[in-house]
């Protein structure tokens, strides 16, 4: 059974940067890829970014391209979520994806 567990989130102001983590357990294999989405409250869930656990290729919405960078660490089978100028409209829970695998969220609030 696997498991991600996501942390990193919190309260920012707009401008201001965070790092999202998602720790991966259990049986993963690099044939797929690790994905970010989030949800924010009344809207549906939407992806945020990608990335490939066998080669460099990444990614990203529209919304948070130039500004967000996905990456991994695969010895601690751990990827992360660079989150810079962030804005109020990044208001969301975040989710960290494999095949059908969800993480818990980890909230991430952005103030004006």
């Known amino acids: 059974q696997v498991q991600l567990a996501e942390s990193g989130g919190g309260l920012v102001q707009a401008g201001g940067s965070l790092r999202l983590s998602c720790a991966a357990s259990?049986?993963?294999?690099?044939?797929?890829?690790m994905n970010w989405y989030r949800q924010a409250p009344g809207k549906e869930r939407e992806f945020v970014a990608s990335?490939?656990?066998?080669?460099?290729?990444?990614f990203y919405a529209d919304s948070v391209k130039g500004r967000f960078t996905i990456s991994t660490d695969n010895a601690k089978n751990t990827v992360y979520l660079q989150m810079n100028s962030l804005k109020p409209e990044d208001t969301a829970v975040y989710y960290c994806n494999w095949r059908h695998y969800w993480g818990q969220g980890t909230q991430v609030t952005v103030s004006s």
């Open positions: 990335i490939s656990l066998r080669s460099p290729l990444t």
């Open positions: 259990g049986p993963t294999t690099s044939t797929y890829s």
